[in-house]
């Protein structure tokens, strides 16, 4: 289940942003810390944090509830539903026609986030095309279809 951010952290995450963006090149940043004993200490955020760090703030500004997980994390089918956006039966349609590769744990599949992050990549860049093309010719509707493919790329993704 995924929660929008309360305007207050909207608010502080857009603040948060600007204070970042007037250090000019921040590929550097250090994080200070104070315990109750009033001991201090300064770790510096690894440039990868720091890029992840300002995605998330982007997201949470702009009022978007941001998940993060792992790329070798396995779904349920009714969570790969809620990040396509469609029905768990929808969903296990396409693990059965062998659009989404999956696995069994007993009688319960389980899906790779990455195959899944793949296919919702590809259907989105599909689906943009025909929008594209459906609003030049002047036409509605646009048949919902998703285009999946066994991946074995890894990608990385914010969901939000």
Do not use: W
Not at 23 to 34: K, M, N, P, T, V
Not at 130 to 156: E, K, M, Q, V, W
Request: charged fraction near 30%; proline fraction near 6%.
């Amino acid at each position: 289940m995924r929660v929008p951010p309360a305007d207050v952290d909207s608010k502080a995450a857009l603040e948060t942003l600007k204070a970042l963006s007037t250090r000019g090149d921040a590929s550097e940043i250090s994080l200070h810390f104070r315990n109750r004993r009033s001991v201090s200490q300064n770790v510096r955020l690894p440039p990868l944090a720091l890029k992840l760090s300002i995605e998330i703030l982007k997201q949470i500004a702009l009022g978007n509830a941001v998940s993060i997980a792992p790329l070798r994390k396995e779904l349920t089918t009714y969570e790969a539903a809620e990040i396509l956006n469609v029905s768990r039966p929808f969903v296990i349609g396409l693990l059965e026609k062998g659009k989404i590769p999956f696995r069994r744990v007993g009688t319960h599949r389980r899906i790779p986030l990455s195959a899944l992050l793949e296919c919702k990549r590809k259907t989105d860049a599909v689906r943009d095309a025909r929008g594209y093309r459906a609003a030049r010719d002047g036409r509605r509707g646009i048949a919902r279809r998703l285009i999946c493919h066994p991946t074995s790329h890894n990608i990385l993704h914010l969901i939000a």
